[in-house]
């Protein structure tokens, strides 16, 4: 085989894609981002043996989150990028080493490459299978697939200026620790929960970032129409480029429209500023395609979901910047104060046409733990009347498989005394559905991207404060949860930290459990799939 990824949901047969990744990367970008990963562990256990502080790391401490972000599925296709990455990080490595004994390090710590051949030919040797035991391979890669979540969520409030040494202390021990042969599947499931704990930090880092510096998400109707005017598609999940693209078009007569899981953005008061901040256009990641076809103008990426786009008329709309990359595509780099230059976005869209009108109306969100609080009072009502008979959680990520119109399905007939509590681009299988409202509190109640499964949290959590429970678990609430990519792993991981049981995760359990770890996960915490939608209904409604 030329390569070897099971990363994502949508892996070839369920298994890993051995030729081609059905995200589109190549096997030389499949093999690049195994090599850039080795390089990091690397670089943590040198950071492990060093008498160092970790807060004095601050430009290591940020490429690592950046080269682990990198490797997240759909973020970064350009194989250039990728080798320039690894070449920054193999002389942050060898400067970090110092004296070090090279025969006490692993060799991620010592290894040379002097040619892009070198590279390639060591990036083979070093990917997920160089782990012969499928267990100890597939914690390694659980916790990997943790860390890499982790990593975006802690980029992003790192942007906003907020940071966590602790955070990235734990990344350099969980890397150094998926090359230490003596642990035992034992030690690292242990690690796998911390994986998790360090999750919920990340997440609430994050939020604290956000909120603090764009206010608390609140209740919003979002238009999903278009207006006349020529127009910018901002996709992915920064809200610090999005901030900037907003600041550097406003009185340009260029709107800005989100894509995906950008949409939350509007939910923030800071945003609501911005006369030319226009709606959301489209739906999940994986229609782009079609969406960026009737958009017109240009597209930014800010991280990922990247489709590899059908024509070189729409590459050539396509803006990349942060921890994102495509071949052929402009990358936009910050300048040493972090400001980025967008004029030439700005500019190719005042030559365009305006977007086409794929849809119309409007849908609502914004239902963050400050503002679910806010309702705290109507909801315990709701919930001891018998109104809400139960919470269903189905966060997480949308995909192209036929499979997830189960999530449609299950929405549609859940019974009308339910409420969805949901976060993430899984929304777009039912945010535009008319599922009503119980009593002024609608019945899907958007908390924002993946990230802000935080806010699912806290919302569990301070109900098991207000009905005065022991167990989280006791709340009438489920789990049916939908993945794609390593965001989501990092959220299962974090729901698991917190005692959260009996989570059903679809629309495929992933391909990197194996069968003895898959059975750890089931008598330990009841992870469960997807069935029919009316059987699993009932199941859920009976307990």
Not at 23 to 48: F, M, P, R, T
Not at 313 to 334: A, D, M, N, V, W
Request: aromatic fraction near 8%; include cysteine; glycine fraction near 8%.
């Amino acid at each position: 085989m030329s390569m070897f990824c099971y990363q994502c949901q949508e892996t070839a047969k369920g298994t890993g894609c051995t030729v081609r990744g059905v995200c589109g990367k190549n096997e030389e970008v499949a093999n690049l981002q195994d090599l850039l990963i080795y390089v990091n562990k690397g670089i943590s256990e040198i950071v492990l043996k060093k008498p160092v502080d970790v807060k004095d790391l601050d430009e290591v401490n940020y490429q690592v989150l950046n080269s682990l972000f990198i490797t997240i599925t759909n973020a970064n296709f350009d194989e250039k990028a990728i080798e320039d990455q690894i070449r920054k990080m193999l002389e942050i490595r060898d400067q970090l080493r110092g004296d070090l004994d090279p025969a006490s390090l692993h060799d991620a710590a010592t290894f040379t490459v002097e040619s892009r051949e070198d590279m390639l030919a060591k990036a083979t040797s070093v990917g997920v299978l160089a782990t012969e035991n499928q267990d100890i391979r597939s914690l390694r890669e659980m916790i990997i697939y943790g860390l890499k979540g982790m990593a975006a969520y802690t980029k992003h409030a790192w942007n906003i200026g907020k940071k966590n040494s602790e955070i990235s202390a734990f990344i350099y021990e969980a890397l150094a620790a998926s090359l230490d042969d003596s642990l035992s599947v034992d030690d690292l499931v242990a690690l796998t929960l911390k994986t998790g704990e360090y999750g919920v930090k990340a997440m609430a880092l994050l939020d604290e970032a956000n909120t603090s510096k764009y206010g608390h998400p609140e209740m919003t109707e979002v238009n999903i129409g278009v207006r006349k005017n020529p127009a910018i598609l901002i996709s992915g999940h920064d809200l610090v480029d999005l901030e900037q693209l907003l600041e550097q078009t406003k009185g340009t007569g260029v709107d800005v429209y989100t894509h995906s899981e950008m949409l939350p953005a509007h939910y923030y008061p800071k945003f609501k500023e911005y006369d030319n901040f226009a709606g959301n256009y489209g739906n999940a990641w994986w229609k782009q395609l079609e969406e960026f076809e009737s958009f017109n103008g240009p597209i930014l990426f800010t991280t990922n979901c990247i489709v590899p786009p059908r024509s070189e008329e729409i590459r050539q709309r396509i803006f990349t910047t942060g921890s994102s990359g495509y071949p052929g595509c402009k990358h936009i780099l910050p300048d040493e104060n972090g400001k980025k230059d967008f004029s030439e976005i700005i500019a190719m869209a005042k030559e365009l046409p305006a977007p086409e009108e794929i849809e119309h109306g409007t849908i609502v969100g914004g239902f963050a733990h400050n503002q679910v609080m806010a309702l705290a009072d109507k909801i315990v009502e709701a919930v001891k009347t018998g109104a809400i008979k139960k919470f269903f959680v189905m966060a997480g990520c949308d995909g192209r498989m036929k499979s997830r119109d189960y999530y449609t399905e299950f929405a549609k007939n859940l019974p009308k005394d339910t409420v969805i509590l949901t976060a993430g681009c899984a929304k777009y299988r039912y945010n535009k559905l008319d599922l009503g409202d119980i009593g002024g509190i609608p019945r899907v109640l958007d908390a924002g991207q993946c990230n802000d499964s935080y806010s699912l949290a806290l919302i569990a959590l301070k109900l098991k404060e207000v009905f005065e429970l022991e167990d989280i678990n006791d709340l009438p609430l489920a789990f049916n949860i939908a993945w794609y990519e390593q965001k989501a792993v990092i959220v299962l991981l974090a729901l698991l930290s917190l005692g959260v049981k009996n989570i059903h995760l679809g629309p495929t359990l992933p391909g990197f459990l194996s069968p003895n770890v898959a059975k750890v996960l089931v008598e330990n915490f009841g992870i469960a799939g997807i069935g029919e939608v009316d059987q699993d209904i009932d199941l859920f409604m009976a307990n």
